[in-house]
């Protein structure tokens, strides 16, 4: 069974997710999430402008991560949410907790 969730690392440090982030693709976020973090980087940015859904799970993954990012003095941040990860956010009171981390440009990218 192939997962309909891409995690990819652009040279810039970026983290990019595509697809969708649900029960069942959120181990392979976190475990790449977790991976990051134990090379300490200063600062993690996840670019969520490809992913088309994402649910609970999703969400706790990403709430998990800034969590241990925080924990280890790493700047976490997530930019170009969807408007239903937006929305998402915004519900669950969490979109400047996660939105205002690492990266002061491109939180959003709007409706998509």
Known sequence: M??????????????????????????LLEQRLSELLAGAPAAIVVDLAGVEFIDSSGLSVLIRAQQQASASGVAFGVQNPRAQAHRLFSLTGLDERLTGGATGEGRQSGAS
Do not use: K
């Open 2 to 27: 192939s997962s309909s969730l891409s995690v990819q690392q652009r040279e810039d440090g970026v983290v990019l997710v595509a697809g969708e982030l649900s029960l069942a693709e959120a181990p």
